[in-house]
């Protein structure tokens, strides 16, 4: 009997396969092999086109200019550049896309040249984007070429708006002489070019108005009109300036009378009186009647000249002329004093100041100073008498510059860098108590 656990094996005959089945089997083979290729070239397609919008933004960044002067090949020397554009503003192109917020610092780690040329515009033209987040980190040529950029612009505008033309041509010339000579090659970044080219400025005006300023945050070129300077408040800026006076009583922090009849005002700045005049009106008509009078200004950061000019009018039974740096010499630089009803003219006048007196402060208590008509206690002011108009170049760097002649009939210098000296030098927080000893000896002595 045949054991059925051994495993047999039985030869079959010839087979061959039918025609039809050969035939689907090349259909269906051909199918997935077609489904397989097409699965791949979509999926490589797919993330070509999920990466072009960064890879059109590189090269956007890189080439597309936005502040692009119009310079012509020339002989190499930006000088020769310098001349081209003089009569041609530049062109500032707002559809520009604006660059990373987290912007590269500067890069200049590059030897002096020899030769320094400024190529064809259409080989070199950087955007203001390009030279905000890339340039400055860049090859030895663009970091040169951003540098020329600056300088060209920063040389027009001294000429263009300078308050002292032959002075500002002298700069020009100046700044255009230390770029060809390779003085600027050592700057180690944006901040260190713009103090650099702040002092060339400086050592031909004696200026210290003058400024090249490298901002770390953008300077948008909407928020300027063409020729670079800063455009007004928008009717949004004014609608929330106008609601954080009326909840700050236009700064007016506190009016009072102290003892032996001594008025105090603290006035934390001196805002717009299109807004805060009757603010005003009613704070100095609540001091009418006190015998002496404190104007405490030791947090004041100043704003506006007009309300400097306003509260100041109080003070004279005439008008008297008001120096203010940033203005020129016209018929509304007096006080418009006297003012009706007010009996503040002849009265003692005391004026507290610190170190974050600032500005339209300052120039409240130098005026009054200088005119005799006031004390001044307590810390030297910050020095600021921001006389320059501000001039945008690019995304990072502007020029500020005195556009003013402003006659100074007390001194060849004014607060500017230096400060007010107070006449009675104490700390800030013993000011106010210093001034009412002061004053009231003097109205012990009447």
Not at 30 to 54: D, G, K, N, Q, W
Not at 63 to 76: A, L, R
Not at 366 to 386: P, S
């Amino acid at each position: 009997m045949k054991d059925e656990r051994i495993p047999s094996f039985q030869t079959l005959g010839a087979f061959r396969p039918r025609t039809v089945a050969v035939i689907h089997a090349l259909l269906l083979s051909t199918a997935v092999f077609s489904v397989i290729c097409y699965a791949f070239s979509y999926s490589s397609m797919h993330v070509l086109h999920m990466r072009m919008p960064e890879i059109q933004f590189d090269r956007l960044r890189s080439s597309s200019p936005s502040f692009e002067p119009t310079v012509q090949p020339n002989d190499g020397n930006v000088a020769s550049a310098m001349s081209q554009m003089a009569a041609v503003p530049p062109r500032w192109d707002n559809k520009t896309p604006s660059p990373p917020s987290a912007a590269p610092q500067s890069s200049f780690n590059e030897p002096a040249q020899t030769s320094r040329p400024i190529a064809d515009q259409n080989s070199v033209a950087l955007s203001s984007a390009a030279v905000s987040a890339k340039s400055y980190e860049g090859s030895k040529a663009s970091s040169r070429l951003w540098r020329q950029r600056v300088i060209i612009a920063a040389a027009k505008n001294l000429k263009q708006h300078y308050a002292y033309p032959d002075v500002g041509q002298k700069m020009a010339d100046s700044l255009l002489a230390h770029e060809k000579n390779g003085d600027d090659d050592a700057a180690a970044d944006g901040a260190a070019f713009a103090d650099l080219l702040t002092k060339q400025m400086r050592e031909v005006s004696h200026d210290n108005h003058l400024e090249l300023v490298y901002s770390q945050d953008l300077l948008p070129a909407s928020r300027f009109d063409v020729q670079g300077r800063p455009l007004g408040p928008t009717t949004d800026d004014h609608a929330r300036y106008r609601k954080t006076m009326e909840q700050e009583n236009c700064t007016f922090e506190k009016t009072e009378t102290l003892a032996h009849n001594i008025g105090y005002l603290k006035l934390n700045s001196f805002p717009d009186p299109s807004i805060c005049r009757p603010a005003a009106v009613t704070a100095m008509a609540s001091l009418n009647h006190v015998d002496a009078i404190i104007f405490d200004l030791r947090n004041n950061r100043g704003r506006e000249p007009e309300m400097v000019a306003l509260i100041a009018a109080y003070l004279f039974d005439r008008p008297e002329y008001w120096y203010n740096p940033r203005e020129n010499t016209t018929p509304r630089s007096w006080t418009q004093s006297p003012v009706r009803g007010n009996r503040l003219a002849d009265k003692p006048v005391y004026v507290l100041t610190s170190t974050r007196t600032f500005s339209g402060a300052e120039q409240f208590s130098y005026d009054l100073k200088m005119l005799k008509r006031a004390i001044l206690v307590g810390e030297t002011t910050g020095g600021a008498a921001h006389s320059g108009v501000f001039y945008r170049i690019d995304d990072r760097f502007g020029i500020g510059i005195p556009e003013t002649k402003p006659i100074n009939p007390f001194s060849k210098t004014d607060w500017a860098e230096t400060g007010v000296e107070p006449d009675v030098k104490v700390k800030a927080a013993e000011a106010l108590e210093t001034a009412v000893k002061l004053a009231q000896s003097k109205l012990q002595k009447k």
